[in-house]
Nanobody
């Protein structure tokens, strides 16, 4: 069992930056692929980024590539999402998720545990 808790959301102006954190409970964090997803009002949840168990590889949605960076610290049981050059269309609730697939996945159904989400609002 893994429990996830996101933090770091808030209100920021367009062009600004935020760093989201996701703290995981349990001693098996390093066995999970980790992902970030987001859901804007009236829209479906969408994939943002994922990182493999070791942290050696990551992948991104086209909409955030070059602006967002996912990373993890297995010693601290934490995964991060550094978000730069934020745009109003990045406004959403951001969720972290843990997958028993070591590589993570683009698909939400492949994740086994989810956090409660943190709100990110980007003003124009």
């Amino acid at each position: 069992q893994v429990q996830l808790a996101e933090s770091g959301g808030g209100l920021v102006q367009a062009g600004g930056s935020l760093r989201l954190s996701c703290a995981a409970s349990g001693r098996t964090f390093s066995r999970y692929g980790m992902g970030w997803f987001r859901q804007a009002p009236g829209k479906e949840r969408e994939f943002v980024a994922a990182i493999i168990w070791s942290g050696d590889n990551s992948y991104y949605a086209d909409s955030v590539k070059g602006r967002f960076t996912i990373s993890r610290d297995n010693a601290k049981n934490t995964v991060y999402l550094q978000m730069n050059s934020l745009k109003p269309e990045d406004t959403a609730v951001y969720y972290c998720a843990a997958s028993k697939l070591y590589s993570g996945s683009y698909y939400g159904d492949s994740y086994d545990y989810w956090g409660q989400g943190t709100q990110v609002t980007v003003s124009s």
